[in-house]
Structure formats: structure tokens, C-alpha cells
């Protein structure tokens, strides 16, 4: 038995097509995206911008936090808490003092 009749094929030469592959990158006709590079890195300008958005999303949302009801009773209760911890320390120290 010959090589050829082991695996159940044939010794005759078939003919293939090289197919080339697609190039990358964006399709032709397309802007790229101006918020990255070439390489999928976001660029300076973008990251930046997002950032920025952020902390004024932040800074609105604890603004607006402060301005509403339940905020400025959390400040009330938190002024309240401090005042005790203060009068308590007081304590403390004029008993351990004596």
C-alpha cells in the first residue's frame, strides 16, 4: 500500500486561487474618526474633552444636591453631628484631665 492509498487521496495536482486579503483600516470613501489616529488611539484633544465633561457633570450634580431639600438637610444633620462630636471630645478631655 503507498502513501497516497493510506490517506484515501490521489497524487494528482490541484489548482488554487491566492486570494488577496482586504486591506484595513476605514473603507475607502469614509472620513476616519477624528477622536482617534490611524491606530485606534484615542487622541489628546478627545480624552481631555471627556474628562472635562465629567467633573462639570460632578460638580452640577453636587450643586444641584446642595440646592435641593434633602441636601441641605444632610449638610443640617452632618453640622448637627460634628457639633456633638465636638462637645463630646470636650468632654472627654475635661474628665481625663481631672
Do not use: C, H, W
Amino acid at each position: 500500500m503507498t502513501n497516497a492509498d493510506e490517506s484515501g487521496g490521489s497524487d494528482e495536482i490541484l489548482d488554487a486561487e491566492i486570494v488577496p486579503t482586504p486591506p484595513t483600516g476605514p473603507a475607502p470613501g469614509t472620513l476616519p474618526d477624528p477622536d482617534y489616529t490611524d491606530s485606534g488611539v484615542p487622541t489628546f484633544d478627545f480624552v481631555r474633552d471627556k474628562i472635562e465633561n465629567r467633573i462639570t457633570t460632578a460638580i452640577g450634580s453636587q450643586e444641584l444636591a446642595e440646592a435641593s431639600a434633602e441636601g441641605q438637610s444632610v449638610d443640617e444633620m452632618m453640622r448637627k453631628r460634628d457639633e456633638a462630636a465636638k462637645k463630646r471630645l470636650e468632654e472627654i478631655r475635661k474628665s481625663m484631665g481631672s
